[in-house]
């Protein structure tokens, strides 16, 4: 891997001093936002940092950033929506339990789980629960109307949660962990136990595997114009075509960003076919899918922890990301 | 891995003293912190800072095999509490009185992120010395945890007579003569019997040298559950023992509770350890051995069925 000045972001980067685990990030417009595993939220502004205990003593758990949203899950059992101002709100408690999921959509709805409990709260305010045959490991909104996918033991859910139907289920023997919807609609991913994906095409819910990964994948991106699924958990990020109606089925996939370090976090660029990819020793790369051209965006530093969050900002000028040991860096593109 | 948090696993039926143990361990004053993980029954009296509610949610793994089993909920709970480190020194989970703590050792093997970050140090088991053969009559899941104790800790001794406890202990010592027993009353016992055991540290298995009350008692004739060990004198040869060893517990894995084992192979200057949980085998060459020490190979198995004449002759073919 070059470090000449030419193929390098380095410069760009500017240095945020967090000092806990990042969970999650994100940006509120143009202002970075992180939330850390220790509980606070930090807005990272112009004239310095705005940091917040929304969930008091207890640690987050679970995060959700978009937009205007900034929502945390802890494990005092409250999901809290916060504000750059400071101030926070209470969404919901689970007494004495620990938010294990947490989504919101785009247009404002929520949802978040304890155990087999899910919570779907609409942009209304209006509550609907749901038990679900095992522990709901991830939550994600399908793109359009007012449905939540959720993943458990052996398989998947989709849930209208203003309908009395009972969810739509997708099986598939194992323990699913993560779950994405692809911006189309027509795919639901998840990421399992055993370092592998499967997929559903909800048309007629074939089967879709995706293995062959080292390490369990807990990141997953979809490209901007949701023809791509990148994914985390190999020492390449491997990316999915799902451009075709069978999806990835009989089509190997791209790998990029080759380095002898494990991808922990990928993001899509919002309008380009750039992937930003952040790594177990705390390296970030730019690649283009269509060249395969890398720019390298972080030199790892020993004792700075994986990359563990890693986002861009709506325009894609800029972007965030933060270590499980606390460091943090906003990248601003030239 | 020295940084690895310790994991302590505590079992036993509900009443046998369980939580008094657990409190005692909270409390005593040895300057530790503990994240303390409940089953959502035992949540009652903890005194605690961090304690986490957990489902008991066995999974399977994908291969089929009934005894590859791990604790979802556990994989879980770990990631959230690892992420903010410097909170505790130790991680205790209470498992229900009806567990079977196969799932929970399992976990910290078969997950790749939680065996990076954690290590098993002793399955810990409580019972009650005035009912454990009641539940040894009608509770398969009381046997199995004693089969799988690295401790046990034989509780309310001061009710039943010294005819009785003897009675029990053999019970006991009939599925496991291997565990590190301690009698007590309201589970007082020093803590250091129950912490930093490295019962799962292949270097820390030093000798395997059975525990029977009394000669004769070890054929206890309700066992299901029972050991067996083996002493072979002289050196094995690991080219035959690795493959036989390898088929042995993938083939009768459900079966093998618990495995443990200091080999001499032929022209190596080391010891070679194993241990195991049902399928999930770990063996490394250890220390040297000494000049003035007889060089011999025993192992023990613990687990249901195991056929004794069987396993005998199959360890004596792997012979150098
Ligand atoms: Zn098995």
């Keep these: 891997m070059s470090t000449a000045p030419h193929t390098s972001l380095t410069a760009h980067v500017m240095p945020i001093d967090i000092g806990e685990h990042v969970l999650r990030s994100g940006f509120i417009g143009p202002q970075p936002v992180l939330a850390l595993a220790d509980g606070q939220v930090v807005f990272v502004k112009e004239d310095g940092l705005t940091r917040i205990h929304p969930h008091g003593d207890a640690a987050i758990l679970v995060a959700h950033i978009q937009h205007d949203l900034v929502l945390t899950g802890g494990e005092d059992g409250r999901v809290i929506r916060s504000q750059p101002d400071g101030s926070s709100s209470e969404l919901g408690h689970e007494k004495g339990r620990w938010i294990d999921a947490l989504t919101a959509s785009p247009t404002g709805a929520m949802a978040w789980s304890t155990g087999k409990h899910i919570t779907a709260r609409d942009s209304k305010g209006e509550i609907r629960k749901r038990e679900a045959p095992s522990t709901v ?10 449905r939540l ?40 991913v998840t990421s399992m136990q ?26 997953l991106s979809w490209s901007h114009d949701g023809e791509w699924l990148a994914t985390s958990g190999a020492e390449a990020a491997v990316i999915w075509p799902f451009k075709d109606k069978d999806g990835p089925m009989g089509k190997p996939p791209r790998e ?37 051209a890398e720019l390298l965006v972080r030199v790892p530093v020993k004792g700075q922890g994986s990359i563990t969050a890693l986002s861009w900002d709506k325009t894609g000028k800029r972007m965030v990301f933060g270590t499980s040991e606390g460091a943090a860096g906003l990248l601003t593109l030239p | 891995m020295s940084e690895k948090i310790p994991v302590t696993v505590l079992t036993g039926y509900l009443g046998a003293g369980k939580t008094t143990l657990l409190n005692r361990i909270l409390t005593e004053p040895h300057g530790k912190k503990f994240a303390v993980v409940v089953n959502e029954f035992g949540e009652v009296g903890i ?34 509490l690892m992420r903010r480190k410097g909170r505790f020194d130790g991680i205790i989970v209470e498992t229900t009185g009806l567990a079977d703590p196969a799932p929970v050792a399992q976990t910290f093997f078969v997950d790749q992120d ?33 089969a799988f104790a690295d401790v ?23 599925i496991n003569p291997y565990a590190t027993l301690h009698r007590t009353e309201r589970s007082a016992v020093s803590l250091d019997a129950v912490l930093g055991r490295n019962a799962f540290d292949l270097d820390r298995i030093l000798d395997i040298e059975p525990d029977f009350l009394e000669p004769g008692h070890h054929h206890h004739h309700s066992a299901e559950i029972g050991s067996v060990s083996i002493t072979v004198p002289g050196d094995i040869n690991p080219e035959k023992f690795m493959p036989w060893i390898n088929e042995f517990t993938q083939t009768h894995g459900p079966d093998i509770l618990r495995c443990k084992g200091i080999l001499s192979f032929m022209n190596e200057p080391k010891r070679f350890v194993f241990q195991g949980v049902h399928m ?10 000494k000049p003035d020490e007889l060089r011999q190979s025993k192992m023990v198995f613990i687990g249901r069925k195991l056929d004794r004449a069987m396993i005998e002759k199959a360890v004596e073919a792997t012979r150098a």
């Design chain 1, 256 to 292: 990029c960003g080759v380095r002898p370090a494990k991808i922990t976090q990928v993001a899509f660029h919002p309008n380009a076919l750039v992937l930003a990819i952040g790594y177990e020793d705390n390296c970030i790369l730019l690649c283009r899918l269509t060249d395969a």
């Design chain 1, 149 to 188: 996918a959720y993943s458990h033991y052996n398989g998947a859910s989709l849930w209208f949660p203003n309908s009395e139907a009972t969810p739509d289920s997708l099986e598939w023997k194992g323990s699913h962990i993560d779950i994405s919807t692809s911006p189309d609609g027509r795919f639901v």
């Design chain 2, 152 to 174: 046990i800790i034989l509780n309310k001794i001061d009710l039943v007579s010294p005819d009785e406890l003897a009675a029990v202990e053999a019970q006991i010592r009939a």
């Design chain 2, 280 to 289: 999930i085998l770990d063996g490394d060459l250890q220390r040297d051995w």
């Design chain 2, 114 to 146: 939680v065996a990076e970050k954690t290590r098993l140090d002793a399955v810990v088991t409580v019972v009650d010395a005035k009912w454990l053969g009641e539940r040894l009559k009608d509770a398969p899941e009381a046997r199995n945890q004693i």
């Design chain 1, 194 to 219: 055993e370092n592998t994906l499967h997929g559903w095409r909800l048309s007629d819910k074939k089967d879709m595997r995706m293995s062959g990964y080292p390490a369990k994948i807990r990141s």
């Design chain 1, 137 to 146: 490991q991830g939550l994600a909104f399908l793109p359009k109307g007012y």
């Design chain 2, 47 to 80: 005194d605690n800072d961090l304690v986490v509610g957990a489902d008991e949610e066995v999974f399977e793994m994908n291969n089929g095999c009934i005894c590859c089993t791990v604790r979802g909920d556990l994989i879980r709970i770990i990631e959230g």
